[in-house]
Protein backbone atom coordinates (compact mmCIF):
# COMPACT_ATOMS: atom_id res chain seq x y z
CA UNK A 1 0.00 0.00 0.00
CA UNK A 2 1.96 2.89 -1.36
CA UNK A 3 1.44 6.08 1.60
CA UNK A 4 0.77 9.89 0.24
CA UNK A 5 2.01 12.96 2.51
CA UNK A 6 0.16 16.00 1.78
CA UNK A 7 0.94 19.59 3.70
CA UNK A 8 0.84 23.11 3.01
CA UNK A 9 3.64 25.50 3.27
CA UNK A 10 4.19 29.21 3.07
CA UNK A 11 2.20 31.62 2.08
CA UNK A 12 -1.87 30.35 1.95
CA UNK A 13 -3.97 30.82 -1.21
CA UNK A 14 -7.60 30.54 -1.53
CA UNK A 15 -8.48 26.96 -3.10
CA UNK A 16 -5.69 25.13 -0.89
CA UNK A 17 -8.66 23.34 0.69
CA UNK A 18 -10.00 22.08 -2.77
CA UNK A 19 -6.86 20.94 -3.70
CA UNK A 20 -6.43 18.90 -0.42
CA UNK A 21 -9.88 17.68 -1.19
CA UNK A 22 -8.54 16.27 -4.61
CA UNK A 23 -5.35 14.79 -2.70
CA UNK A 24 -7.22 12.73 -0.47
CA UNK A 25 -10.24 11.70 -2.44
CA UNK A 26 -7.96 10.29 -4.94
CA UNK A 27 -5.56 9.03 -3.39
CA UNK A 28 -8.14 6.61 -1.06
CA UNK A 29 -9.60 5.95 -4.72
CA UNK A 30 -6.17 4.50 -6.20
CA UNK A 31 -6.35 2.49 -2.70
CA UNK A 32 -3.13 4.95 -0.66
CA UNK A 33 -3.37 5.56 2.07
CA UNK A 34 -3.41 9.60 2.63
CA UNK A 35 -1.34 11.12 5.65
CA UNK A 36 -1.08 14.95 6.75
CA UNK A 37 0.45 16.77 9.21
CA UNK A 38 -0.42 20.84 9.70
CA UNK A 39 1.70 24.10 9.66
CA UNK A 40 3.51 22.66 6.36
CA UNK A 41 7.10 21.26 7.37
CA UNK A 42 7.16 22.63 10.79
CA UNK A 43 4.36 20.07 11.31
CA UNK A 44 7.19 17.20 9.98
CA UNK A 45 9.70 18.37 12.47
CA UNK A 46 7.24 17.55 15.49
CA UNK A 47 6.60 14.26 14.00
CA UNK A 48 2.86 15.16 14.24
CA UNK A 49 0.86 13.55 11.31
CA UNK A 50 -2.04 12.37 10.92
CA UNK A 51 -4.04 9.98 8.30
CA UNK A 52 -6.91 11.82 6.39
CA UNK A 53 -10.19 9.63 5.77
CA UNK A 54 -12.66 11.05 3.25
CA UNK A 55 -14.86 12.50 5.46
CA UNK A 56 -12.17 14.59 7.01
CA UNK A 57 -12.26 16.72 4.05
CA UNK A 58 -15.91 17.08 3.88
CA UNK A 59 -17.18 20.49 3.43
CA UNK A 60 -13.83 22.43 2.79
CA UNK A 61 -14.14 23.37 -0.54
CA UNK A 62 -15.72 26.64 -0.39
CA UNK A 63 -13.69 27.34 2.57
CA UNK A 64 -10.64 30.22 1.71
CA UNK A 65 -7.46 29.59 3.82
CA UNK A 66 -6.10 25.59 4.33
CA UNK A 67 -7.74 23.12 6.55
CA UNK A 68 -4.43 22.55 7.17
CA UNK A 69 -2.82 25.19 8.08
CA UNK A 70 0.53 26.90 6.71
CA UNK A 71 3.63 28.39 8.34
CA UNK A 72 7.20 28.94 7.15
CA UNK A 73 9.83 26.90 8.68
CA UNK A 74 13.68 28.04 9.75
CA UNK A 75 14.43 24.31 11.17
CA UNK A 76 13.75 22.44 7.12
CA UNK A 77 16.52 25.16 6.04
CA UNK A 78 18.77 22.68 8.55
CA UNK A 79 20.02 18.64 6.75
CA UNK A 80 20.04 17.99 10.13
CA UNK A 81 16.83 18.20 11.12
CA UNK A 82 15.65 16.63 7.60
CA UNK A 83 17.36 13.94 8.17
CA UNK A 84 15.69 13.49 11.56
CA UNK A 85 12.64 13.60 8.86
CA UNK A 86 13.67 11.21 6.48
CA UNK A 87 14.33 8.88 9.17
CA UNK A 88 10.61 9.13 11.03
CA UNK A 89 8.84 9.21 7.46
CA UNK A 90 10.84 5.78 6.44
CA UNK A 91 9.82 3.90 9.59
CA UNK A 92 6.54 5.33 8.82
CA UNK A 93 6.67 3.60 5.19
CA UNK A 94 5.57 7.20 3.82
CA UNK A 95 7.33 7.64 0.15
CA UNK A 96 5.47 10.53 -1.48
CA UNK A 97 5.16 14.12 -0.20
CA UNK A 98 2.57 16.06 -2.37
CA UNK A 99 3.12 19.82 -1.66
CA UNK A 100 0.76 22.64 -1.99
CA UNK A 101 2.74 26.29 -1.84
CA UNK A 102 4.97 28.25 -3.40
CA UNK A 103 8.87 28.37 -5.02
CA UNK A 104 10.39 28.47 -1.57
CA UNK A 105 8.11 25.30 -0.16
CA UNK A 106 9.44 23.50 -3.69
CA UNK A 107 12.66 24.20 -3.18
CA UNK A 108 12.51 22.65 0.05
CA UNK A 109 11.00 19.68 -1.07
CA UNK A 110 13.34 19.03 -3.92
CA UNK A 111 16.30 19.30 -1.66
CA UNK A 112 14.57 16.56 0.40
CA UNK A 113 13.97 14.31 -2.19
CA UNK A 114 17.57 14.52 -3.84
CA UNK A 115 18.95 13.76 -0.34
CA UNK A 116 17.06 10.55 -0.09
CA UNK A 117 13.68 11.76 1.25
CA UNK A 118 10.03 10.94 -0.23
CA UNK A 119 8.91 11.52 -3.96
CA UNK A 120 7.65 15.07 -4.02
CA UNK A 121 5.10 16.34 -6.43
CA UNK A 122 4.07 20.25 -5.95
CA UNK A 123 0.88 22.01 -6.33
CA UNK A 124 1.80 25.80 -7.03
CA UNK A 125 -0.35 28.26 -4.78
CA UNK A 126 0.12 31.79 -4.39
CA UNK A 127 -2.78 34.93 -5.09
CA UNK A 128 0.95 36.30 -7.19
CA UNK A 129 1.09 33.88 -9.98
CA UNK A 130 4.67 34.09 -9.97
CA UNK A 131 6.09 30.51 -9.74
CA UNK A 132 8.51 29.81 -13.13
CA UNK A 133 6.64 26.76 -15.45
CA UNK A 134 3.43 27.36 -14.74
CA UNK A 135 0.94 30.19 -15.95
CA UNK A 136 -1.13 29.36 -13.28
CA UNK A 137 -1.01 29.41 -9.48
CA UNK A 138 -3.65 28.64 -7.21
CA UNK A 139 -5.39 31.60 -5.26
CA UNK A 140 -4.67 34.07 -8.12
CA UNK A 141 -8.45 34.08 -9.43
CA UNK A 142 -10.02 34.52 -6.39
CA UNK A 143 -7.25 37.32 -5.26
CA UNK A 144 -8.01 39.40 -8.50
CA UNK A 145 -11.38 39.61 -7.95
CA UNK A 146 -11.93 39.86 -4.06
CA UNK A 147 -9.22 43.37 -5.33
CA UNK A 148 -11.47 43.98 -8.24
CA UNK A 149 -14.24 44.25 -5.94
CA UNK A 150 -12.06 46.73 -4.07
CA UNK A 151 -11.65 48.72 -7.15
CA UNK A 152 -15.59 48.78 -8.08
CA UNK A 153 -16.23 49.93 -4.63
CA UNK A 154 -13.52 52.79 -4.32
CA UNK A 155 -14.38 53.69 -7.89
CA UNK A 156 -17.90 54.54 -6.83
CA UNK A 157 -16.70 56.97 -3.50
CA UNK A 158 -13.94 58.30 -6.17
CA UNK A 159 -16.33 59.56 -8.95
CA UNK A 160 -19.06 60.57 -5.91
CA UNK A 161 -16.26 62.90 -4.60
CA UNK A 162 -13.96 63.88 -6.94
CA UNK A 163 -11.08 61.64 -5.45
CA UNK A 164 -7.73 60.32 -6.42
CA UNK A 165 -6.77 56.97 -5.51
CA UNK A 166 -3.78 54.87 -4.96
CA UNK A 167 -4.84 51.41 -4.24
CA UNK A 168 -2.12 49.00 -3.08
CA UNK A 169 -3.03 45.39 -4.32
CA UNK A 170 -0.43 42.55 -3.49
CA UNK A 171 2.61 41.26 -6.23
CA UNK A 172 5.83 40.96 -4.78
CA UNK A 173 7.93 40.34 -7.10
CA UNK A 174 5.32 39.82 -10.49
CA UNK A 175 2.88 43.05 -11.68
CA UNK A 176 -0.10 39.76 -12.85
CA UNK A 177 -2.75 40.53 -10.35
CA UNK A 178 -1.77 44.37 -10.42
CA UNK A 179 -2.30 44.50 -14.39
CA UNK A 180 -5.85 42.50 -13.88
CA UNK A 181 -7.35 44.18 -11.33
CA UNK A 182 -5.94 47.71 -13.31
CA UNK A 183 -7.47 47.01 -16.43
CA UNK A 184 -10.72 45.15 -15.62
CA UNK A 185 -11.00 47.90 -12.88
CA UNK A 186 -10.33 50.77 -15.38
CA UNK A 187 -7.21 52.36 -13.67
CA UNK A 188 -5.58 55.38 -15.28
CA UNK A 189 -2.44 54.20 -14.34
CA UNK A 190 -0.75 50.41 -13.01
CA UNK A 191 2.65 50.47 -11.38
CA UNK A 192 4.26 47.14 -11.30
CA UNK A 193 7.65 45.70 -10.36
CA UNK A 194 9.08 44.70 -14.19
CA UNK A 195 8.44 48.30 -15.12
CA UNK A 196 8.47 50.78 -12.25
CA UNK A 197 7.30 54.04 -12.75
CA UNK A 198 8.92 57.22 -10.38
CA UNK A 199 6.80 59.36 -8.57
CA UNK A 200 8.55 62.34 -11.11
CA UNK A 201 7.44 60.50 -14.56
CA UNK A 202 3.84 59.70 -13.20
CA UNK A 203 2.99 63.28 -12.03
CA UNK A 204 4.53 64.07 -15.24
CA UNK A 205 1.43 61.43 -17.12
CA UNK A 206 -0.93 62.96 -14.46
CA UNK A 207 -0.27 66.45 -15.48
CA UNK A 208 -0.14 65.43 -19.12
CA UNK A 209 -3.47 67.08 -21.04
CA UNK A 210 -6.28 64.55 -21.17
CA UNK A 211 -9.87 64.47 -21.26
CA UNK A 212 -11.30 65.93 -17.81
CA UNK A 213 -12.54 63.98 -15.01
CA UNK A 214 -13.83 63.61 -11.76
CA UNK A 215 -11.63 60.89 -10.14
CA UNK A 216 -8.86 58.67 -10.96
CA UNK A 217 -7.16 55.36 -9.63
CA UNK A 218 -3.75 54.41 -9.72
CA UNK A 219 -2.82 50.63 -9.08
CA UNK A 220 -0.11 50.01 -7.38
CA UNK A 221 1.93 46.73 -6.42
CA UNK A 222 3.37 46.12 -3.52
CA UNK A 223 6.43 45.23 -5.21
CA UNK A 224 8.15 43.57 -1.75
CA UNK A 225 7.34 46.86 -0.27
CA UNK A 226 4.02 46.91 1.42
CA UNK A 227 2.81 50.17 2.10
CA UNK A 228 5.02 51.96 -1.10
CA UNK A 229 1.76 53.63 -2.03
CA UNK A 230 1.65 56.30 1.10
CA UNK A 231 4.91 57.64 -0.27
CA UNK A 232 4.30 57.35 -3.65
CA UNK A 233 1.35 59.80 -2.64
CA UNK A 234 3.70 61.86 -0.73
CA UNK A 235 5.62 62.60 -3.60
CA UNK A 236 3.00 63.09 -5.88
CA UNK A 237 0.99 65.87 -3.87
CA UNK A 238 4.34 67.35 -4.06
CA UNK A 239 4.35 67.54 -7.59
CA UNK A 240 0.66 67.70 -8.74
CA UNK A 241 -1.82 70.54 -7.43
CA UNK A 242 -3.99 67.26 -6.27
CA UNK A 243 -4.30 65.29 -3.37
CA UNK A 244 -4.79 61.26 -3.01
CA UNK A 245 -6.12 58.78 -0.86
CA UNK A 246 -4.46 55.49 -0.20
CA UNK A 247 -6.00 52.31 0.03
CA UNK A 248 -3.89 49.03 1.51
CA UNK A 249 -6.14 45.83 0.48
CA UNK A 250 -3.22 44.02 2.00
CA UNK A 251 -4.15 40.51 3.61
CA UNK A 252 -7.73 40.38 2.29
CA UNK A 253 -6.98 39.66 -0.54
CA UNK A 254 -5.51 36.23 0.63
CA UNK A 255 -8.48 35.17 2.12
CA UNK A 256 -12.28 34.54 1.01
CA UNK A 257 -14.18 31.55 -0.61
CA UNK A 258 -12.38 30.76 -3.65
CA UNK A 259 -13.94 31.14 -7.19
CA UNK A 260 -15.25 28.57 -9.49
CA UNK A 261 -11.55 28.99 -11.37
CA UNK A 262 -9.75 28.40 -8.22
CA UNK A 263 -12.04 25.35 -7.07
CA UNK A 264 -11.71 23.63 -10.35
CA UNK A 265 -8.00 24.53 -11.12
CA UNK A 266 -7.05 23.45 -7.57
CA UNK A 267 -9.10 19.77 -7.69
CA UNK A 268 -7.71 19.13 -11.35
CA UNK A 269 -4.52 19.53 -10.11
CA UNK A 270 -4.45 17.45 -6.88
CA UNK A 271 -6.01 14.70 -8.70
CA UNK A 272 -3.09 14.55 -11.32
CA UNK A 273 -0.41 15.44 -8.30
CA UNK A 274 -1.77 12.15 -6.78
CA UNK A 275 -1.43 10.21 -10.39
CA UNK A 276 1.81 11.12 -11.23
CA UNK A 277 3.56 10.35 -7.80
CA UNK A 278 1.83 7.13 -7.52
CA UNK A 279 3.02 6.78 -11.53
CA UNK A 280 6.53 7.52 -10.05
CA UNK A 281 7.04 11.16 -10.87
CA UNK A 282 8.98 13.36 -8.43
CA UNK A 283 10.91 16.62 -8.15
CA UNK A 284 8.14 18.03 -10.28
CA UNK A 285 4.47 20.62 -9.73
CA UNK A 286 1.40 20.00 -11.47
CA UNK A 287 1.16 23.57 -14.23
CA UNK A 288 -1.32 24.78 -16.65
CA UNK A 289 0.53 25.56 -19.63
CA UNK A 290 -1.25 27.07 -22.96
CA UNK A 291 -4.33 25.94 -21.08
CA UNK A 292 -3.35 22.58 -20.00
CA UNK A 293 -2.79 20.14 -17.19
CA UNK A 294 0.79 18.94 -17.25
CA UNK A 295 3.71 18.66 -15.27
CA UNK A 296 6.61 21.24 -14.86
CA UNK A 297 10.39 20.76 -13.11
CA UNK A 298 10.79 22.40 -9.99
CA UNK A 299 11.54 25.75 -10.86
CA UNK A 300 14.75 26.15 -9.10
CA UNK A 301 16.96 28.73 -7.74
CA UNK A 302 15.10 32.01 -6.06
CA UNK A 303 16.05 34.69 -8.83
CA UNK A 304 14.07 32.41 -11.13
CA UNK A 305 10.24 33.25 -11.02
CA UNK A 306 7.39 34.68 -13.80
CA UNK A 307 7.22 37.81 -14.13
CA UNK A 308 5.49 40.09 -16.93
CA UNK A 309 7.54 39.84 -20.01
CA UNK A 310 6.07 43.05 -21.48
CA UNK A 311 4.62 45.99 -20.46
CA UNK A 312 1.81 45.64 -23.72
CA UNK A 313 -1.01 45.38 -20.99
CA UNK A 314 0.48 48.55 -18.61
CA UNK A 315 0.24 50.00 -22.20
CA UNK A 316 -3.64 49.02 -22.77
CA UNK A 317 -4.61 49.76 -19.95
CA UNK A 318 -3.79 53.30 -20.17
CA UNK A 319 -5.24 53.40 -23.78
CA UNK A 320 -8.42 52.31 -22.49
CA UNK A 321 -8.81 54.37 -19.80
CA UNK A 322 -7.66 57.66 -21.35
P1 LIG B 1 6.65 29.89 -0.38
O1 LIG B 1 6.55 28.40 -0.50
O2 LIG B 1 5.30 30.53 -0.24
O3 LIG B 1 7.49 30.48 -1.49
P2 LIG B 1 8.85 30.26 1.55
O4 LIG B 1 9.82 30.73 0.52
O5 LIG B 1 8.82 30.99 2.82
O6 LIG B 1 7.35 30.22 1.03
O7 LIG B 1 9.19 28.72 1.87
C1 LIG B 1 8.39 27.96 2.75
C2 LIG B 1 9.23 27.01 3.53
O8 LIG B 1 9.90 26.09 2.66
C3 LIG B 1 10.36 27.63 4.33
O9 LIG B 1 9.95 28.18 5.55
C4 LIG B 1 11.26 26.42 4.56
O10 LIG B 1 10.74 25.60 5.57
C5 LIG B 1 11.13 25.68 3.24
N1 LIG B 1 12.25 26.03 2.35
C6 LIG B 1 12.35 27.06 1.48
N2 LIG B 1 13.53 27.05 0.83
C7 LIG B 1 14.21 25.97 1.31
C8 LIG B 1 15.51 25.41 1.04
N3 LIG B 1 16.34 25.95 0.14
N4 LIG B 1 15.87 24.31 1.75
C9 LIG B 1 15.03 23.75 2.65
N5 LIG B 1 13.81 24.23 2.94
C10 LIG B 1 13.40 25.32 2.28
Known amino acids: MERILVLTSGGDAP ?5 IRAVVRTGIYRKAEVWACHNGYQGLVKKDIFK ?33 IKRFLKQKDINNLIIIGGDGSFRGAATFSNEGGPKSVGIPGTID ?20 KAIDNIRD ?13 MGQRAGFLAVDVGIAGGAEFILTPEFPLTAEKLAKK ?23 SVRIADKLRKLTPFDYRVCILGHIQRGGSPTVVDREIASRMGNLAVEAILAGES ?6 KGG ?31
Open 206 to 228: ILAPRRKKESLIIVVAEAGKPGR
Open 283 to 288: NCMTAL
Open 292 to 322: HLTLSPFPGEKAHYRKLETDKLLKLGTILAS
Open 52 to 84: LEKEDVAGCIQRGGTILRSSRCELFHEKKERDK
Open 157 to 169: TAFSNSKYFLIEV
Open 129 to 148: NDILGTEYTIGFDTARNTAL
Open 15 to 19: GMNAA
